[in-house]
């Protein structure tokens, strides 16, 4: 029964390959005949042709048989209805094992002709079988022991380049495979195991760096997961804490509109109260004065009468005058009225600035020191300090017009005036040129120089630029922090403070900035590197690496620096 099974399933291999086409391999369509007798699908055969066009023959693909003129392609009905039958069997190509071998496939050895694709190598024969050639490995009781694996291109390894002998030995010596006559002759005091035996062993130790590996694996997986756990904690913590802060500042912003609202409210009402009063007194006023006009006009009108008797009779008749309901004189004050409210309230902004100076350099702190993982050992070799090395660039629209840029804008030299184009981020009176790249991070780079004098430094981007002022100048203002370098000292500057420096004098100085941790140092780079200076503050924008020359008295050339190529 088996037997039965065994040869069905072969025949209808066979039959998928007999009506399959050896150009595309896959069952035949539209399948015409060839005057040699081989049938292929009429789109393959066309397309093998067209590529012979050029020389006017045309041969068969598998007996290479040359055809002149061009065969005319005719359908082949019959065949055409032999593999409509076998596509309804559900044959639909040639099985794996059973096609002709490729360029990159591994060919067998025993077919003549076009070659089938090898279905198996065996390692004791040293050849690779197609299905067919392979069935006597599977029949014959010696055969059977062989070792058979997929097919393998690299047989010839297994094969001694000296002797011509299959490798079964393992030299532990050389730690190589070599065959049963290596053993006699150059390795024949070499300790030997048979290469089966060495396989168990290495086997071994392989399982045991798999496993070591897959508990790397599992650990690191944990690992991930955790980060992942932190991540989340962490994004979660960072939206709250920007809520929390929001509310927080729209109750800080509220409280201050409330106040604002009650000095507004004050301010009306005491203008509303002190308004009513004036109006009053401003009422009462203009009454007297018009009883005191009309008071004067009939003084006036006596004063005119002729008749003495007249005016003694009537002269009593008139009333006395009433006493004034003011101060004989209102006393304008030279008052400054509500400018004390406003000087008051500008007094208040002040000290909110300050507190909100003092406090936000507190937040900001607080901010930069949340991380969820730790902070990576500061290098201290320059082995580990090259490992962080940042390409800097000069930027020829930032450098004076007295400095000339070269070495592909890595060196800066002082010269004569330049004529550069006018550009907003040039310095105008300082000898000094900023990086083009901005830097964050872990940062390492290397300055040459020679001449009276030499500023490295770093700076924010909203440094000034236009003057002679201290605010343009490199370590003289809170924007920036430079070390000076000269023949026999060193100093560093940063908002106009100098500190002295001691060291060995170096014509090359290595500058490390940690944006992150806040952290800027200084080298005197030579055989060793020796810190200089080291600086831990808050940077709250990214840096740009900057250079200032010493500005002579008269100009003597040779001043310059240069940004090391360190890659």
Known sequence: MFMTSKMAQRGSRMDSQRFSCSICLNLLKDPVTIPCGHSYCMSCIKGFWDGEDQRRSYSCPQCRKKFTPKP???????????????????????????????????????????????????????????YNHLQPHHDVPGLKKHKLVDPSKNLQENICSIHDEVMKIFCRTDQHCICYLCTMDEHKDHETVPAAAERTEKQKELQVRRQQIQQRIQDQEKDVKLLQQELETFILSADKAVEDSEKIFTEMIRLIQKRSSDVKQQIRSQQETEVSRVKELQEKLEQEITELKRKDA??????????????????????????????????????????????????????IQDIMRDAWTNISEKVIKVDVLLLEPEPTTRAEFLNYSQEITLDSNTANCYLVLSEGNKKVTFMEQQSYSDHPDRFTDWLQVLSRESLTGRCYWEVKWRGEGVYVAVS????????????????????????????????????????????????????????????????????????????????????????????????????????????
């Open 72 to 130: 005319v392609l005719e359908k082949n009905i019959m065949l055409s209805d032999l593999v409509e039958d076998l596509k309804k069997t559900g044959l639909q190509a040639v099985p794996a094992d059973l096609c002709y071998a490729g360029p990159e496939d591994v060919a067998c050895d025993v077919c003549t002709g076009i070659k089938m694709k090898a279905a198996k190598t065996c390692l004791v024969c040293l050849a690779s079988y197609c």
């Open 298 to 351: 009939e003084l006036e009108q006596l004063s005119d009468t002729e008749d003495h008797n007249q005016f003694l009779l009537n002269y009593p008749s008139l009333s006395a005058l009433s006493g004034s309901t003011h101060s004989s004189s209102i006393n304008i004050r030279p008052l400054r009225y509500f400018e004390d409210v406003t000087a008051a309230v500008s007094e208040l902004r002040d000290i």
């Open 460 to 567: 924010y981007k909203n440094i000034s630029r236009a003057g002679g002022l201290k605010e343009c100048s490199f370590g003289f203002n809170e924007k920036s922090w430079s070390l000076y370098c000269d023949t026999d000292c060193y100093e560093f500057w940063h908002n106009n403070i100098k500190t002295t420096l001691s060291g060995p004098v170096s014509s090359r100085i290595g500058v490390y900035l940690d944006h992150r941790a806040g952290i800027l140092s200084f080298y005197s780079v030579s055989d060793t590197m020796t810190l200089l200076h080291r600086v831990q503050t808050t940077f709250t924008q990214p840096l740009y690496a900057g250079v200032k020359l010493y500005m002579p008295v008269v100009y003597s050339g040779g001043i310059s620096a240069e940004v090391v190529k360190l890659k």
